[in-house]
């Protein structure tokens, strides 16, 4: 789907050939003024000039349409791209965050050892975003974005740490579970402004209708289980 994308390599070579028509009618029109003799002879050349600026002037105004249109196509694909994996990982970071919170209410124990069970669907490294990372600035919230996929990677090393633990048998406390929450959080925040923004009018309708939905009671439940989490003391303005 990303395959044709925006090649700055090729408009650049398109521009300078544009460019060089250009530098060529000029020097056509310099020529024939030192032979020129007469004043039909230098209407000629000057008339000669001004139409071959005219035509490289037009080849400039092609090629750059050309490229907008492509660049805007590529912009569109990429963000609907982002947007649905985005969206296929805040339901597993849902999961997640019942987990933290069951562990913290003492509903459910997990030893250390095996914490790797709370974040056992975003283990998987994103497909998408490693694909688009040198084109995130073409989204309408790359910052938000970025600190998404960050703050999952975030939660992923806690489990990590938690499993390398030297005691095996002992429990994920509450106090681990509040941390890995935190981060889980702070990536729905940020998930609920990049899947709300204006796209594809069937995905904005999917994400409003559902999406968005489940972020927000998730979202409110964890705020109940976890009051004092960081993500919960100050404003999010990553959106």
Partial sequence: MLGNSFDPHRSNVIVGIA?????????????????????????????????????????????????????????????AAVRTEVASLVTYAIGAIEICQHISSGVRRVPRK???????????????????????????????????????????AMVESLQMASVEQEDVSAENAVTIADSLITA???????????????????????????IEDCLQSARQSFPDAESFQTPNSFC
């Fill in 19 to 79: 460019l060089a028509v250009a530098v060529l009618a000029f020097c056509r029109f310099v020529a024939a003024l030192i032979g020129a003799s007469t004043e039909g002879e230098v209407a000629g050349a000057l008339g000669s000039f001004v139409g071959g600026m005219i035509g490289a002037g037009g080849a400039v105004l092609a090629v750059y349409v050309a490229l907008s249109s492509q660049r805007n196509e590529d912009t569109r694909k990429v963000s």
């Fill in 188 to 214: 729905l925040q940020l998930a609920h402004g990049i899947l709300a923004s204006d796209g594809d009018p069937r995905m904005t309708q999917w994400v409003g209708q559902v999406m968005v939905r489940q």
């Fill in 114 to 156: 095996d914490a790797g069970y709370i974040m056992r669907k975003l283990f998987v490294e994103p497909v998408v975003y490693k694909a688009v990372a040198d084109r995130i600035g073409l989204l309408p919230h790359p910052n938000a974005t970025a600190q998404f996929y960050m703050r999952l990677s975030e939660a992923k």
